[in-house]
Every structure is written in structure tokens, then in C-alpha cells.
């Protein structure tokens, strides 16, 4: 291909490039300018790191000038000619750390030269014939020189004492390589027709990343922290920031919600910090993430430091609810809880609850819930007195998000006794007291109710024989109340002591009795105004030993006072009585 003919299609592929470059651009790398500078001509070519300056090449159709520039202002330290030719196809400059290597045309017409030259007056030292007729960007690596071409579009990698070729690889994107440049590690080429810079595997030619430039058409070089290179169409030359740049995606894996970056933006430094925050919708809960994320917190901070892909997992609420929350049983006996799961207010049918107590059993230990979300199971309580906590879970599935509940429970001692009288029938409504002991049935139990029942939760009585007595004492009897509480029945026999006291009280009757009918036969009599014993009616009343004399006191008619019969005067008013 004539050379015309070449430079149209790449002019065409330049002009294509720059309309839509940025818009093809490869995500993971950016540029930061530091600083820039004009470059000493106009018509530039390559650029290299060498002795703390930037050495730079400009092309002409005649010949070439070398300049060493000052790297912080841009000033020209000096500069000499090249010694052939750099064109708009060819040259390339590198730094050895003693001396330089410059690529250029000894005529216009013959095929490039690679000169080794005195840094100090550009003389040559040593040269040999390149690989190719359009080299085209040249650097050192320590060891070997490397250099582009832009005619086969390829990369070598040469002997500098003989320029033999040790290996070469196709430029990446396979356009034109105008620059080159060594990091101690990696070789950086960049591209003049697609302005891509991209950092290479030096053994294989395999791309790490690149990143577009609007900037960057022709030069390259690495002075150990920042890489430069020199705009053509600009004539500056640019000190630039590599910074590697990572995509974080985000996408919801299940349920509904969204997520939210910050900072926002999706692309990010390498380093980053990210914090994402996932928020259900209406009827969620968030669940987990997964992807490049794991744990079940909606909100996490992330570390740029490669491209992440964070895929967050929401599921429906549930709600578990327990009847009765709260309970109270005996000793041994059973609970029949059931549990409701809903979501959304909804009921949710097929789901499989497990069941769990502390202190206690519950069979079955899983249920599957109804159509109306209902699940049972049964409770036995032990036989002690404890708090017991039986729990239902639901551990959730793709859909639906995990729930549980749990309900109280209150194991208590209970016992309920029966008193029956010993006919058979039911005691009624009477007080009963108890002891440990006959005789000493000195504590209350209760009042017994229509069907002779007293309920007791007092634990004190397990595993005792106790003795009863109705409060009346009429009845007595005994019975052993089992450690597990539960139900006793009482037979109680007519007490002793009920007898006595009848008989007793019988007695006291008698002697009233008899007591009155003694009265009314040897009650004394009245005689005249004195009454005497009827033993001894005589005449004339006599003092005799055990004798009982009566008489009938005479009111004194003036006050009142009682004075013997026989008295002539009042004893109080001295008023003088009659007869």
C-alpha cells in the first residue's frame, strides 16, 4: 500500500475514533493531569525519562531536533539535531541511564536507523538497522530495547548491541504504536490512531487495562511515579495521574427494593469506599446479599479495589402469633397452642412451623399450617413447678422472610380434694382445716363448694399424709396427697368428739330440767307478812341452825325505802310506819 493511500485510511480512522472513542471507552482506567506544558515545536514526536529531565524529539521532513527539557517548567536545559530524519511515521527516543537511543531515517527514503548518542553533544556512538522502515516509539527496559513500528503495526523487543529481534507481538487494537514506555514492570504503548493508552504483559502483549485520552497522541514515558506524553494536536506535553478505576453494579436478586451508592455514580477510584444501603418496598424485608456481598445488614461500606457486583435479596414479611400467649397448667397436664402465620395480613397455607419448649415437651415438634394459617401442637408440662416458654418458628423460604413467637406458660402444683360424707353424699359448704398430724388439724384449707371440692396450689402439701376435720368437728379423715398434685377424694367418718358434745350437751338439758321441777315442788310460801320455810310452820318464827327465813319489806309511804315489818320508823326518813 502506497503511503498516501495509508495515511487517508488512517486519517479516516482518526476522525471515526474521535466521534466515538469516549463512548467506547473501557471501563477500569482514567487519567488525572498533574501539570503540562507547550512542547519547544510544534511538529512532536516521542518523549523519555532519563537523568531527572524529559528528553524530547520533534520531527521534520529535513531532520529532527532532540531537546532536554526541564520536567517542572518545561524549559529547554539544550538541544542538538538529530542525526537523520524523524517523520510523521517514524522516530522514537529512549534513555539508557547513560546514554541515548534515538530511531530516525539517515535519508528521507532508506529504512530507519537505531543510534546510540552522547546525551551531552548528541554525537553518535554505535547504530544498526531496525526491524522494519517505520519505527515508530523507542524505550529501554533495563536490558533490552524495545521499539514500535508503524508500518507492520507490530512491537519488537531487541538485542542493543546487535538489534537482533529477541521476540515481538501485535500492538494491541492493532493500530499504529507512536509511543512506548517502561515501568520497571510493565510496557506501556499507546496508540495514535484510537488515542488509547494501554499498560502490557511485556512477555506476551496481553492487555492489563487501557484508558482513552483526548489528549495523548504520539510519545510516551514513565518517570517512576507519572506517566507523560505529547499531544500533537494540542503541542503540550502532559504529566498525567494513572488511576485505575472499578465498576460497582448493583441489582436486585429477589423481593422488591432498591439500592442506593455513596458515593453515587457506580464508577470509582481504586480505593474507594463505598457504602450501599438496600431499602425494601412496601410488604419487604431486606434478606441478605449476595454476589460480591454476603451478611444480612441493608447497609455495608465496600472497598474499591476491583469491580464489584453487589445482588440484594428481599422476601414478604411474615407475622407468627401464638394462642393462648399465656397459660397457666398442673403438673403433667396439657396445653393445646396454636400458631397463626400471616403475610401481609394474608394467611399463608402449606408452611411447615417447628415447635420447641423449655421446660416441658411438645409433640408434634413441626406442624404444617392450614388454609387459614394454622398450625397446633401439644404441650405437656412436667411435673414441678417452673416457667416454661414454648416457641414457634418459621424458617422462611425463597418468598417469604423467617419468623417466630413464643408463648408463657406456668407450671403449677394443684390439687383438688373431694369430701364426701360417710352416707356417700357431698359436704357441703363447710369450712375444712388440716394438719400433718390427728388432733392437730389446726390450718385452713378452705370452704368446700356444692360439690364438697376445695382447690389448693400449695405446693407444701405434696408427698404428705394430711388429716382433715370440718370445722363443726362433726366429720374427720385422712388422705395422702400425691407429689404430682391432681385429684384426691376425702371419705370423712363421724368424729368422736361430735358425740360427746351431743351427749354433753343433752346432759344440760336434763339438769335443767331437773333443776326446775325441784323449784316449783319445794318453793317456800307466803304466810301473813313473812314468808317461812314449809318445813317448820310454827307460830312463832325461830332462829333455828340452816333455817331459811323470808320476809316482806315495808315501803315507806313518804320515801319510798323498804324497812322490816316490824320496824316503827323509816330507816332513811324517820317517818313513823304503820302497824
Not at 524523524?86 to 535519508?107: E, H, K, M, Q, R
Amino acid at each position: 500500500m502506497k503511503k498516501s493511500s495509508l495515511l487517508l485510511v488512517l486519517v479516516l480512522c482518526f476522525a471515526s475514533l474521535l466521534a466515538f472513542g469516549p463512548n467506547l471507552a473501557f471501563g477500569g482506567t482514567r487519567e488525572d493531569v498533574v501539570s503540562s506544558f507547550p512542547s519547544p515545536n510544534t511538529e512532536v514526536g516521542d518523549i523519555a525519562w532519563g537523568g531527572n529531565y524529559l528528553w524530547y524529539v520533534c520531527y521534520y521532513y529535513t531532520s529532527g531536533m532532540i531537546y532536554k527539557l526541564n520536567p517542572t517548567t518545561g524549559a529547554v536545559v539544550s538541544s542538538f539535531g538529530a542525526p537523520g530524519y524523524i517523520s510523521l511515521y517514524s522516530g522514537g527516543i529512549a534513555w539508557d541511564g547513560t546514554y541515548l537511543w534515538v530511531a530516525a531515517a539517515p535519508t528521507f527514503t532508506t529504512a530507519n536507523t537505531i543510534y546510540k548518542l552522547n546525551p551531552a553533544n548528541g554525537a553518535v556512538i554505535s547504530s544498526f538497522s531496525g526491524p522494519s522502515s517505520n519505527l515508530s516509539g523507542l524505550e529501554w527496559d533495563g536490558t533490552w530495547l524495545w521499539v514500535g513500528d508503524s508500518g507492520t503495526d507490530k512491537i519488537y523487543k531487541l538485542n542493543p548491541s546487535t538489534g537482533a529481534v529477541i521476540s515481538s507481538f501485535n500492538a494491541p487494537g492493532g493500530y499504529w504504536p507512536s509511543g512506548l514506555a517502561w515501568d520497571g514492570t510493565y510496557l506501556w504503548n499507546i496508540d495514535q490512531i484510537t488515542n488509547r493508552v494501554y499498560k502490557l504483559n511485556p512477555q506476551t502483549g496481553a492487555v492489563i487495562f487501557s484508558f482513552y485520552s483526548s489528549n495523548a497522541r504520539r510519545g510516551l514515558a514513565w518517570d517512576g511515579t507519572y506517566l507523560w506524553y505529547a499531544g500533537d494536536s494540542t503541542d503540550t506535553i502532559y504529566k498525567i495521574n494513572v488511576i485505575t478505576t472499578y465498576n460497582l453494579s448493583t441489582s436486585v436478586g429477589s423481593g422488591s427494593g432498591s439500592i442506593s451508592l455513596s458515593p453515587s455514580g457506580g464508577v470509582y477510584d481504586a480505593g474507594t469506599t463505598v457504602t450501599v444501603t438496600a431499602t425494601p418496598s412496601a410488604g419487604y424485608v431486606f434478606d441478605h446479599w449476595s454476589g460480591d456481598a454476603s451478611g444480612s445488614s441493608s447497609s455495608f461500606q465496600i472497598m474499591m479495589n476491583s469491580n464489584q457486583s453487589v445482588i440484594a435479596n428481599f422476601l414478604k414479611t411474615t407475622s407468627l402469633s401464638i394462642s393462648p400467649s399465656n397459660f397457666t397448667v398442673k403438673y403433667g397436664e396439657t396445653k393445646t397452642l396454636t400458631a397463626t402465620l400471616t403475610s401481609g395480613g394474608s394467611p399463608l397455607a402449606g408452611k411447615t412451623i417447628s415447635w420447641s419448649a423449655i421446660s416441658g415437651s411438645v409433640y408434634p415438634w413441626s406442624s404444617t399450617t392450614d388454609y387459614w394459617g394454622k398450625a397446633s401442637t401439644t404441650y405437656t408440662a412436667p411435673s414441678y413447678e417452673t416457667s416454661a416458654t414454648i416457641t414457634a418458628s418459621f424458617a422462611g423460604d425463597s418468598q417469604y422472610k423467617a419468623s417466630s413467637n413464643s408463648s408463657s406458660g406456668t407450671v403449677q402444683f394443684t390439687v383438688v380434694f373431694t369430701f364426701t360424707k360417710p352416707d356417700g353424699s357431698a359436704l357441703t359448704y363447710t369450712p375444712i382445716y388440716y394438719g400433718t398430724s390427728e388432733g392437730r388439724e389446726t390450718y385452713v384449707l378452705g370452704t368446700t363448694d356444692s360439690s364438697g371440692r376445695i382447690t389448693s396450689t400449695n405446693s407444701s402439701l405434696a408427698g404428705y399424709t394430711l388429716y382433715f376435720k370440718s370445722s363443726d368437728g362433726a366429720y374427720q379423715g385422712s388422705q395422702y396427697v400425691s407429689s404430682y398434685g391432681g385429684s384426691e377424694s376425702v371419705t370423712l367418718e363421724s368424729s368422736g368428739y361430735g358425740l360427746w358434745m351431743l351427749l354433753l350437751a343433752l346432759l344440760v338439758v336434763l339438769g335443767a330440767v331437773a333443776g326446775a321441777a325441784y323449784w316449783f315442788k319445794h318453793k317456800p310460801r307466803v304466810t301473813g307478812t313473812r314468808v317461812m320455810h314449809r318445813r317448820r310452820p310454827t307460830r312463832r318464827p325461830k332462829v333455828l341452825k340452816d333455817e331459811t327465813i323470808a320476809y316482806i319489806p315495808v315501803e315507806c309511804p313518804k320515801c319510798g325505802a323498804a324497812n322490816f315489818p316490824h320496824a316503827k320508823h323509816c330507816v332513811k326518813c324517820g317517818r313513823k310506819l304503820k302497824g
